[in-house]
């Protein structure tokens, strides 16, 4: 598309693209780019400082700022006057986001004392490097609740990269220097033991919110990775189902999910799963569904019939709507539905009790009123009030007041009667809700994400039984679609050549280790679904699975040790290439190629297969003990080798000479005992950037955390510490970095000799921590 005639600004660039996250911001009046080469190299020419703008098209706060800012002719004036700018879609390259949503967490980490991020997402590059200088998400129009005004931070960024250029690029080295420490190095190998699933599920039922279901407070968030580790770990100890249960049920009840329309919201406000953040994602769903269907089945085979009646139900509406307001023209299912409608957030989602009554009685179900309001909680006081329009009446979330077996109770209803009424209902509010103003869909087809949805519409099929035939169809259907229009030169038969390429989006947006692994994944759900009911396509969909993890073995395999990279490696648009493990709302892409490969090797028995999964994991081993409940699927996979092969978990011993981060020395080095005894004190320096666990860290039970600890380890010696308490790190845990100072009271019964002290430590860093160490420190 060329440029408008009256086109003065960027939007004719951004209208060229496939996102319609771009092409949202094309009427503004900021010059806006398109992330790309082009970009980067006009930038440089002008000598300019990039100004990046992330954000995705559902997100709700970059719609606030679109309209605070980027739609206000001053602030683009003074934008277009002073910076390069840039717009990206998230969704598209989670590998530029996770470098400069990284940059944010450090800089908040280094500024405000704690990280934190979020979107949109809002960074100052050096042109050059294309290393950030300073980093925010959202900045409000005029200065409010000690934040800077968006217009300030512009004014301060242009006068520093023309005034002070040196400190801005050497703020945007260091911070880049801490992005590159945290994504792309590998931390030393460590021991894991066969015990790391086990030990890694009581972290998590630390966190577990037994009245509501699901992990932590308010915002709530669904975790469906942490329930797949409980589930491995529950091979051994059944009870930790529970805890998987009782999150399902707390979503599926609340108003998470959406009763009316089926889906479930992105995340909850509140700890009760009442009021959700609006977005639905088809992530969330895809895997919220595979996780459903596990339930249905253990619920099923145990007897339970009102439990999975209950399941049936979510599972089926949140299958039909990924395929009846997600699915596309061309088979494959789009992205994401819009958190606001218009302007308001929620607003086709809303009720409130007299367009209740009236959607009711006006589409068939008008007897049923009393017991709608009382079931769905519109006989309380309204759960919803919009922050941002508080002049607007209070309305209401719809979500079930009990659980549905005391519901049935309370109405006298048998399961069927309930089930039949509950239908009834909820036609006739999606009769009345589809003639609303509805929320903006984004159709972008992510081959990942379509991964996930394959999984669970598979998935949920195979709970479903002679119900789910439509599902396997439809899941199949979506997979032809994809793989004909994501994989490319090289077709679907799962034969073709090394030409191959997978495709992030249709439009031929690279394809990222996220997106190889997860449609991998989800076709081979398919294919297990498909071979349990012996239909001859399992084989061909298998084979296409195994060819997409060949090609990401090929394209993102760091063979150097083990492991992947999340990115094609040297790309000139990113300033180091990102490999991670953790598992967050989407699953890690390195955690799900070892189960794959797992997989992989238990059909085969492939001694290489088996090689490579070894040598990945203890390549991972540092990261996997560092921070085990954060890389979920990873330690599911320790916990398969554990049982298949145990003699292949790495076993490390740490290198004698290897210098510790960690330096003792005892004050005064030769302490004066009267009476036998001394007063002395122990000084620690801690290199940077490490820290250490004070001797109470505190925490939720994440981890075993070791505490800072002085011993007596001879010499007739006994010692007494006063700890000092630690600064608070991540809000929760004591530590101590750089340097502290330890009071000791030393005590001995004989004057001669030389004793010994022993100081304890485990020495971290933001990414990884080394394995507990003592260092010794002679008393003579």
Known sequence: MAKGVNDTTGGWRLRQTASPYLRQHAGNPVDWWPWSDEAIAEARRLDRVIFLSIGYSTCHWCHVMERESFEDPATAALMNARFLNVKLDREERPDVDELYMTACQQFTRLTEGRPSGGWPLSAFLDPRSLKPFFVGTYFPPRPAHGRASFTQVLEAMADAWSARRGEAIAQATHLGDLVERELSETPRPATLEPSLAARAADAICGFEDRANGGFGGAPKFPQPVMLELLEAAAADRPALLDVVERALDGMSIGGLFDHVGGGFHRYAVDATWTVPHFEKMLYDNGQLATALARSLQRHAAAGRDEAAAFRRRTLRRTLDWMLQEMRLASGGIAAALDADTGTREGETYLWRPDAFKAALEAHGAGDLVDWARQTYGLDGEANF??????????????????????????????????????????????????????????????????????????????????????????????????????????????????????????????????????????????????????????????????????????????????????????????????????????????????????????????????????????????????????????????????????????????????????????????????????????????????????????????????????????????????????????????????????????????????????????????????RPMVLEVPVP
């Open 385 to 770: 009030q919009d922050p941002h329009h508080p002049e607007d009446a209070p309305s209401w979330v719809l979500r079930l007041t009990r659980p549905p077996a005391e519901l049935l109770k309370s109405a006298g209803l048998d399961l069927d009667t309930f089930g039949r009424c509950e239908d009834r209902a909820m036609r006739a509010l999606r009769t009345a809700r589809g003639r609303r103003r509805q929320p903006a869909r984004d159709d972008k087809v992510l081959a990942g994400w379509n991964g996930l949805a394959i999984g669970g519409l598979a998935a949920g099929a195979l709970a479903l039984g002679d119900e789910g035939d439509e599902h396997l169809e439809a899941a199949c259907g979506v997979a032809d679609a994809v793989v004909a229009s994501h994989l490319l030169d090289g077709g679907g038969d799962g034969e073709s050549d090394g030409s191959a390429v997978l495709c992030r989006t249709s439009d031929g947006l690279a394809g990222t280790l996220e997106d190889h692994a997860l449609l991998a994944e989800g076709l081979a759900c398919l294919a297990r679904t498909l071979s349990a009911r012996n239909d001859p396509r399992a084989a061909r969909f298998l084979a296409i699975s195994d060819r997409i993890v060949d090609l990401a073995e090929v394209r993102f395999g760091d063979h150097r040790g083990g492991g992947w990279l999340d990115a094609d490696p040297g790309r000139p648009d990113l300033f180091t290439t990102p490999r991670r493990i953790d598992d967050g709302a989407m699953p890690s892409g390195s955690g799900t190629m070892l189960n794959l490969l797992l997989d992989r090797f238990e059909r085969t028995g492939d001694a290489r297969t088996l090689d490579r999964v070894a040598a990945s994991i203890e390549w991972l081993s540092g990261a996997i003990a560092a921070a085990p409940v954060a890389a979920a699927r990873s330690v599911i996979a320790v916990d398969r080798l554990a049982r298949l092969a145990p003699e292949r978990l790495p076993r490390v011993t740490f290198a004698g000479d290897e210098a510790p981060p960690v330096r003792v020395r005892l004050v005064p080095a030769v302490p004066t005992f009267e009476s036998g005894r001394a007063e002395a004190s122990l000084e620690i320096e801690i290199d940077p950037p490490h820290h250490i666990n004070a001797h109470d860290p505190g925490g939720s039970g994440d981890e075993e955390l070791l505490g800072l600890r002085v011993l007596a380890l001879g010499g007739d010696l006994h010692v007494e510490a006063e700890y000092p308490e630690g600064d608070l790190y991540r809000e929760r845990l004591r530590v101590h970095a750089r340097r502290i100072s330890v009071p000791l009271t030393l005590r001995r019964s004989r004057e001669a000799g030389v004793g010994r002290l022993g100081v304890e430590f485990q020495a971290c860093t933001d990414r990884h921590c080394l």
